[in-house]
């Protein structure tokens, strides 16, 4: 043991007694997750800015749109997703930065665990602050432009699109935080990569909304689920390359 | 390592010359004026082989990617970032040459077709793995950064096409199955098109390694400058 002092560190990633390999794994997403979500709770920086930032786009929207009743219920599901998507790269900029600010990445990528598990964690914590955000957007949305938005279907595809968003969002955030101008780049890193989100997203909802027959919503509804996969096993394959110092 | 280009290489630029060349006169010599549209059919001559090198440059940067993130080694981070300055290039022409081929024959320069957005939007991708390699100063980082979004982004384009392609396209269809929605396709290329059109295929192709040839150098010469200075500082 002693010409070996790496062994130490194994039994927190891989097999102690009674935990398999795969429970140690999740373990490790989880802690990142509670680390985030700890970190949020006290300081509620990220979640207040997202969601002051989404209320006053779904008003201008009200205001550029100049929508009236018709045109409200053919646009809602369009306004909702740019609400999201424009909250979600503020949130997504903000998971990294603060973590290369205060240089408490480094330390994350000195744990003793499989570095894909920082970027499910990661990325399970960016999708959680923008679900918060969609939760409280949405009754207030729903308010304002008098269309009822609690359908079972509709909120799965929100769950599907926000898992996609942050999935490719938490990669190209990785990226992006290392750039000049980190703060511009998300953008246009993420916005050409997730359009085949915001489509789907944009046309199962509006399908939902408007009460269409699900053979005309399930195309999309199927192309959210190939994204999601595609795109999160795409990360995962590459996501070590990023963060290797 | 010598300035003036290798022996291979002056051939192959001479020779793709040629055939830029002969493939500009069969376009406007030997190709028949096509019956429905009239003479601006003939920028289809240019027009999809321009596409077609775009394609092909995209994809040899989705290879180089996987390659360098493979091999760790930095010739393959060189030929990407040429293919990809190459495949906008010529991204940029088949975007360009349709348009103005739309005016006439859809009465707009623009439509929100799905082949036209999937191919800006896949302009714009690249575009931004342009700015990506700008913003980073470390070589390693930048390279590696670069390899992952030549992967996500090309991933991201069959998705996308497959996502606008659910609604209809009027883009014509040559080759494949026909598109019943297409505006402004004419009939059936007679022989002497076919020829003009796969010699223009060809030799654009031809052109594209010859490009990336030279801009690999370039590439290669830019590395050694840069060696050079950091001797020279640390000296």
Redesign the interface.
């Known amino acids: 043991m002693a010409d070996q002092p790496w062994k130490q560190v194994e039994p927190t990633t891989a097999a102690r007694p009674g935990t398999s390999r795969f429970a140690a794994y999740l373990k490790a997403i989880f802690a990142i997750v509670r680390k985030d979500v700890a970190a949020e709770a006290r300081s509620k920086e990220l979640v207040s800015a997202m969601l002051i930032f989404s209320l006053l786009v779904v008003l201008i929207f009200n205001f550029a749109l100049e929508l009236d009743r018709a045109a409200r219920e053919n646009v809602a599901a369009g306004v909702l997703w740019v609400t999201f998507i424009f909250a979600g790269t503020l949130g997504l900029n903000r998971t990294f930065a603060a973590e290369m600010d205060r240089g408490s990445f480094d330390g994350l990528l000195l744990a003793p665990i499989d570095r894909t598990a920082i970027y499910f964690g990661k990325m399970i914590g960016a999708a959680l602050f923008m679900l918060l955000v969609e939760a409280i957007v949405m009754p207030v949305f729903s308010v304002l432009y008098g269309i009822l938005l609690f359908k079972p279907m509709l909120l799965v595809v929100v769950l599907l699109g926000t898992a996609g968003y942050a999935g ?1 969002g938490t ?2 955030a990785s ?1 992006a935080v ?5 703060d511009v ?1 998300l953008p ?2 993420l ?6 989100v915001v ?2 997203a944009v ?1 199962a909802s509006t399908g939902i909304l408007l009460a269409a027959e699900w053979g005309d919503v399930a ?2 509804f199927n ?1 959210l689920l ?2 999601d996969t ?2 999160i096993a ?2 995962f394959m ?1 996501f070590d ?2 963060v ?1 110092e | 390592m010598s300035v003036s280009a290798p022996r291979n290489l002056q051939i192959l630029t001479v020779v793709t010359a040629g055939l830029m060349l002969i493939a500009l006169g069969l376009v406007f010599l030997y190709a028949p004026q096509e019956a429905t549209m009239g003479e601006v059919q003939r920028i289809f001559y240019f027009h999809v082989p321009s596409a077609w090198v775009g394609g092909l440059a995209f994809f040899v940067t989705l290879l180089a990617g996987i390659a360098y ?1 493979r091999t760790g080694d930095d010739k393959w981070d060189r030929v990407g970032y040429s293919s990809v300055e190459i495949g906008v290039t010529f991204a940029l022409m088949t975007l360009f040459s349709g348009m103005l081929w739309g005016r006439p024959a859809w009465n707009t320069w623009w439509t929100w077709d799905p082949r036209l957005t999937t191919f800006t ?1 896949l302009l ?2 690249y ?2 793995y342009l ?2 390699r ?4 470390d070589p390693g ?1 930048r390279a ?2 670069a ?3 030549g ?3 090309f ?2 384009v069959p ?2 096409y ?3 392609q ?1 609604a209809r396209s009027i883009h014509p269809v040559l080759f494949g199955p026909n598109n019943p929605d297409a505006q402004g396709s004419g009939g059936p290329l007679t022989p002497a098109m076919l020829q003009t059109f796969f010699f223009s295929l060809f030799s654009f192709t031809v052109l594209y390694f010859t490009l990336l040839w030279h801009r690999l150098r370039l590439a290669n010469f830019a590395e050694r400058v840069e060696q050079l200075k950091a001797k020279m500082m640390s000296a």
């Open positions: 490719v990669l190209l990226m290392h750039t000049r101008a980190r780049m246009i890193l916005f050409p990569v997730t359009i085949p489509i789907a046309k195309p999309w192309l190939v994204y595609i795109f795409v990360a590459v390359y990023l290797e | 993130l939007i714009l991708v575009f931004a700015m990506l700008q913003g980073i100063e980082r590696r950064f390899a992952v979004y992967i996500v982004g991933v991201s998705i996308t497959f996502a606008i659910l």
